[in-house]
């Protein structure tokens, strides 16, 4: 788990186009297609219904429309406008406000002020509309303009924004010192990317040990606590964590991801926690479906069961 080859395997098999186009062809064209135990569908219709689940079963859930690394800045303008038309998609619908986004989506790698002007256009309409907007964390190149934008933006007087602390960097440590002391919110993970040990652990028990203090700092001190893993040490540790220090439940909640132990996110609800769950949508889904099988190698023998299946 979270095996440094085994991640940087899959991260080298996310940059092949032909893979892409394979995947892309029989990933979503069934109802019962391999991609789909992550991602909701291609469409925010698909989105909602899947919304419309999680909220049966008591949970909440952030909304994600995939998309990263956009190369010009027409592709994240129109990123920002499908953007655009979720929040009202969303908003009529009825739905939990909440929506996850990545900066590189809005144009980062092409240039920093126009990412910065599309997230503004997006908050413009997001705020009034009582919705909340988390910043995905992407990869260590990433994290000081990432926090560097969230704390301008905070400073500014945005308030429905949150940021995403990685435990697998040396430095989240401090960052999470510095954003708690702002009052912002932080989703806590381990970390998705493949990183260089020049700025991450190598060692698996390195970032679960960092998560655990992360965690312990986080819901003692942090402003709405997202602790977002499906480890069951760490969720257990933070259970006890809270009720040593008599932190209420609905002080933080627990995130997952669409498709990931639902199990122990319903057992998590009958137990009398929040849980939200991160449900992916959109056609760009094959870098974030590439990143949940380094995760889980297992996941591999899902995808071919079921490519024979699509082939049968
Ligand atoms: C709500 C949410 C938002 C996230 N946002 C970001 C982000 O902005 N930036 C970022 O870098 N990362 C993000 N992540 C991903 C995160 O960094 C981890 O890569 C991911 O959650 C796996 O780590 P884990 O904490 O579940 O622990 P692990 O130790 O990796 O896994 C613990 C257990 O969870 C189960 N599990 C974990 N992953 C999978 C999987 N893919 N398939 C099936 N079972 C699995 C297994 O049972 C495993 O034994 C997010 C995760 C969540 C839950």
Redesign the pocket.
Known sequence: ??DTASKAFFHTLARSRALKRLASRYGMRRPTSFARRFIAGETIQEAIEAARVVETRGMTETLDLLGESVTNLEEAEAATRAYLRVLETVTASGIGRNLSLKLTQLGLDVDKASAVDNLRKILERAEPAGFFVRI??ENSPYTDVTLEIFETLWQQGHRQIGV?L?SALYRSENDLRRVVALGARV?L?????QEPKAVAYARKADVDAAYARMAKTLVLDGTSPAI????PK?IELTRTYAREHNIPADRFEF???FG??RDLQSALVRDGYHVRV?IPFGREWFPYFMR?LG??PA?VMFVIRSLLRESA
Not at 189 to 193: D, M, S, T
């Open positions: 788990m979270l995905d964390m995403v990685q989703r993970v381990k970390g998705a990317y977002a893993t499906h480890d760490m995130q997952m991801l990931v132990r991160y949940r995760e889980r996941n």
